[in-house]
């Protein structure tokens, strides 16, 4: 069945950095979109960015230009690098398939149990 185990969260400063990964199994990594979603605690789920199988990408506006997903098809893996994080990143990330690359569209079929990403002012 399919697995998604996120790592690499943790407890920055505003301005710092978090490299997040996602580990998948059960599917056939290679040929689905995978993205990264947020939710925060009395928030909304937010799509925050989608990575297709030949490496387009896709991310909200309130990330674009900080955050950098990416993915290894040789480790089945997806990143999000996040950078110049501020308080208001402070969530639990999720990685999830499949994903598109318009309007943030995720199908909300697979995800993992979310690694908690927590961002000091």
């Known amino acids: 069945q399919v697995q998604l185990v996120e790592s690499g969260g943790g407890l920055v400063h505003s301005g710092e950095s978090l490299r997040l990964s996602c580990a998948a199994s059960?599917?056939?990594?290679?040929?689905?979109?995978i993205g990264w979603f947020r939710r925060a605690p009395g928030k909304e789920r937010e799509a925050i960015s989608c990575?297709?199988?030949?490496?387009?990408?896709y991310y909200a506006d309130s990330v674009k230009g900080r955050f950098t997903i990416s993915r290894d098809n040789s480790k089945d893996t997806v990143y999000l690098q996040m950078d110049s994080l501020k308080s208001e990143d402070t969530s639990v990330y999720y990685c999830?398939?499949?994903?598109?690359?318009?309007?943030?569209?995720?199908?909300?079929?697979?995800w993992g149990v979310g690694t908690q990403v927590t961002v000091s002012p």
């Open positions: 059960g599917f056939p990594f290679n040929y689905y979109n």
């Open positions: 999830a398939t499949p994903c598109g690359l318009y309007n943030g569209w995720f199908a909300y079929e697979h």
């Open positions: 990575i297709s199988s030949g490496g387009r990408s």
